[in-house]
């Protein structure tokens, strides 16, 4: 038999999945580590628990191959907008910076406000933000001066994985298109963003197609990860734009819809496509396919804090999301605005904060949960309302991430949206993208639409029309409370900085 291993550096955790050819799940792995925050907007991970999380997981689902098996390639799905800085000698100086790290929000603002900023996203498709590696550039510049003046190589997560096991200096067109200094249309890296930062091009690493190969790792790697030293790495693509390929949304129209811990709509083109107001990215999965959409912040760890601080965390989420279904569609008036952790998209505003609007004393606390569910999908149709501006009409929406395990949560999405919700099938959305790339970097496939064969039908839900008018009548007061207290996020951020800092 022949086998294929996708691999996925999430924020969290990093997962390893064992496939068949045929797309078929034999086995699967995850191995948490710490996501390190502070009141500052830190947001670091370690690099070596991530290193090692690597070597585990693809470990422990390579036991399941036989010795007559052949396992064909391993291919890779990251996180996007990391950065890491390295010494001359490749010493790492920094921990992974991730996307959700906001220290940045004082020089993104000021780069919005020099006129410079919007230029720069129109080249390079990434909207003006902290979490780009853009923004990180400029902040380690002002604030880590000893970091930044050392700093002879600048990579992402994906990046450092393959160089600690190949020797490399090479970042993915996908990934880099998310950088914030990538040009892509002239696929090369932005001049005007490098003088910008004060960063030269030999400090980056070598752009390649999402298709190349790497063989030959060390054997003390292979033998921990129970795999032949000559064994494949396709290097793959990010995150965002493989969940698009994994659930089938590849062509126009189709919408992929993600929501783990945070959460995206996109939508794939033929061509790199950016927004004349700056609402929406646009990231390559490949040269022939660019997926353009938003990314929230506000996801299921909006439900994991309503959970823990409004109820309890020793209740279950099905026992949580049950006390919400209770009440109905609209929440009797209240409503949640869900940028607990400032917001990327539709606001991009690291200063957004959260809020309920519309108490009253015939709200519980089951209301707020329902509120909570229904502000995350509110937020969500803001960006979709954005993309249609920019890529057309959405036909078909697909569905995948933690939330689809909530029936109650997923028909949200559809009554809101007023569209059928089509979950796929498969729950490795990311993985099994990362393993349809490798089988075409191995010339096993000509095209990437072979997924249609991969990716069934796991269940569709269907919007409820008695709903229509009461979300019709509430989601323009949540559009509109949103932009109104736009203009009081940066003071109240200020404020809540400051008291952490007096603690």
């Known amino acids: 038999m022949q086998y294929l291993i996708g691999v996925d550096l999430g924020t969290t ?37 991530i290193f090692e999380a690597v070597l585990i997981t693809i470990r422990e689902v390579s036991i399941n191959l036989e010795e007559a098996d052949e396992l064909l390639a391993v291919s890779f799905s990251t996180q996007m907008h990391s950065l890491i800085a390295f010494d001359k000698d490749w010493k790492p100086l920094s921990r992974v910076m991730t996307w959700a790290d906001t220290r940045a929000v004082k020089y993104t603002e000021q780069l919005k406000e020099s006129g410079k900023g919007f230029e720069i996203y129109k080249r390079t498709g990434t909207p003006l933000h902290p979490m780009a590696p853009l923004s990180k550039l400029l902040w380690l510049r002002a604030e880590r001066p000893e970091i930044y003046k050392q700093a002879s190589h600048y990579l992402e997560l994906k990046g450092y994985i393959f160089y600690r096991l190949f020797g490399t200096n090479k970042i993915d067109l996908s990934t880099a298109s998310g950088t914030g200094i990538f040009n892509i ?21 070598q752009v390649v197609e999402p298709y190349e190969i790497e063989e030959n790792m060390p054997h003390e790697f292979a033998k921990k990860m129970g795999i032949q030293s000559n064994t494949k790495f396709v290097w793959g693509a990010a995150d965002g734009p493989l969940s698009n390929l994994g659930v089938n949304a590849i062509k126009p129209g189709v919408a992929a819809i993600t929501i783990g811990t945070s959460g995206a709509i996109r939508v794939v083109t033929d061509r790199p496509r950016t927004d004349e107001k700056g609402r929406t990215f646009t990231y390559a999965l490949d040269k022939n396919h660019w997926v353009v959409g938003g990314p929230v912040n506000s996801g299921g760890d909006v439900f994991r804090w309503a959970r823990d601080q409004i109820f309890d965390s020793k209740l279950s989420f099905d026992e949580v999301t049950e006390l919400a ?27 957004a904060r959260g809020s309920f609007f519309g108490l009253n004393y015939g709200h519980n606390r089951s209301h707020m949960v329902r509120s909570v569910l229904e502000g995350v999908m509110f937020n969500l149709y803001m960006v979709a309302l954005s993309l249609v501006e920019v890529v057309g ?11 689809t395990a909530s029936p109650l949560w997923t028909q949200i999405l559809a009554d809101i949206f007023e569209q059928p919700i089509n979950v796929p099938e498969s729950r490795e959305a990311g993985c099994l993208a990362a393993v349809v790339m490798a089988e075409k970097a191995l010339g096993l496939i000509d095209s990437l639409s072979v997924v249609d064969n991969m990716v069934g039908s796991n269940q569709t839900y269907q919007p409820n029309s008695e709903t229509f008018e009461i979300y019709r009548e509430i989601t323009p007061i949540f559009i509109r409370l949103s932009r109104s207290l736009s203009s009081e996020y940066e003071n109240i951020s200020n404020f809540q900085r400051r008291f952490e800092e007096n603690k």
């Open 185 to 205: 249309f002239e696929l090369k890296w932005d001049e005007e963003a490098l003088q910008l930062t004060g960063v030269n091009q030999n400090q980056l690493p």
């Open 325 to 351: 279904s209770k009440i109905p569609p609209g929440s009797d008036g209240l409503l949640f605005h869900p940028y607990l952790g400032g917001e990327r998209a539709p606001l991009w505003d690291a200063n």
């Open 13 to 49: 955790a990093t997962k390893a999945v064992l496939f068949e050819k045929s797309g078929k799940i034999i086995a699967s792995s995850s191995q948490a580590y710490t996501l390190y925050r502070d009141a500052s907007g830190m947001a670091e991970e370690v690099l070596e628990d």
């Open 393 to 403: 009409d959405l036909n078909m929406i697909q569905a995948t991430g933690g939330f």
